[in-house]
């Protein structure tokens, strides 16, 4: 239940293209979805991220969808850059003190050129 | 900016020996974290602090344990470190609150036991 699985493992993705990574999860009590990127040789770094209040977050060429009812959310890069190629994970946790994300367990995206 | 400073990037040790991961945060953040990453296995949560000298086990605490003395350093300590401890070792540290708060990384400390 308290498991965050994400897919797919890797992607490989023209330059312009769109990327999309997928999450699901299980709990209910999840009510804050972030995705984190990281570049080789440094710790992930926060994205962008969503609650469960709104379907959908946009942040330049970043989108998340949210999908309440199937338990299911995913990251949308329009226009996917060489400088995008990197691995994200998407997490969730619990609006309560003392806890922690849940990590999926990471994609890694390569743009091609 | 938030700082998140691990000691070493690499670090290459025995097995048996007593290994300690150091990790200074520079925000005056409440909560810290301890995390291995392993390819394939994603980000495995092994233990967090939401304050000095607490602690609370994630998913792998098994032959690890952690000591935070003072607020701004966390410290990973492996007591006898074994061949299946090789691994990246990231630290963390978000504000106090729910667990939705943004966490903020460290490098890594790249770890092997020969």
């Known amino acids: 239940q308290q498991q965050v699985k994400q897919s797919p493992q890797s992607l490989i993705v023209q330059k312009g293209g769109i990327s999309i990574i997928n999450c699901a999860y299980e709990n209910t009590a999840f009510d804050y979805f972030p995705w984190y990127q990281q570049f080789p040789g440094k710790g992930p770094a926060l994205l962008i991220a969503?609650?469960?209040?709104?379907s959908e977050k946009k942040e330049g060429r970043f989108t998340i969808s949210f999908n309440k009812s199937a338990k299911q959310f995913s990251l949308h890069i329009m226009d996917s850059q060489p400088g995008d190629s990197a691995t994200y994970f998407c997490a969730a946790s619990m609006d309560q003190a003392g806890t922690a994300l849940i990590f999926g367990k990471g994609t890694t995206l390569s743009v091609s050129s | 900016d938030v700082k998140v400073t691990q000691s070493s990037r690499y670090l290459v040790k025995r097995t048996g020996e007593k290994v300690f991961l150091e990790c200074v945060q520079d925000?005056?953040?409440?909560?810290m974290f301890w995390y291995r990453q392993d390819p394939g296995l994603g980000l495995r949560l092994i233990y967090f602090s939401y304050d000095v000298k607490m602690k609370e086990k994630g998913d792998i605490p098994e032959g690890y344990s952690v000591s935070r003395e003072k607020k701004e350093r966390f410290s990973l300590i492996l007591e006898s470190a074994s061949t299946n401890q090789t691994s990246m070792y990231l630290c963390?540290?978000?504000?106090?609150?729910?667990?939705?708060?943004?966490?903020?990384f460290g490098d890594g400390t790249r770890l092997s036991i020969l």
């Open positions: 925000m005056d953040h409440e909560n």
């Open positions: 969503i609650r469960p209040d709104v």
């Open positions: 963390a540290s978000s504000v106090q609150g729910a667990g939705n708060q943004p966490q903020h």
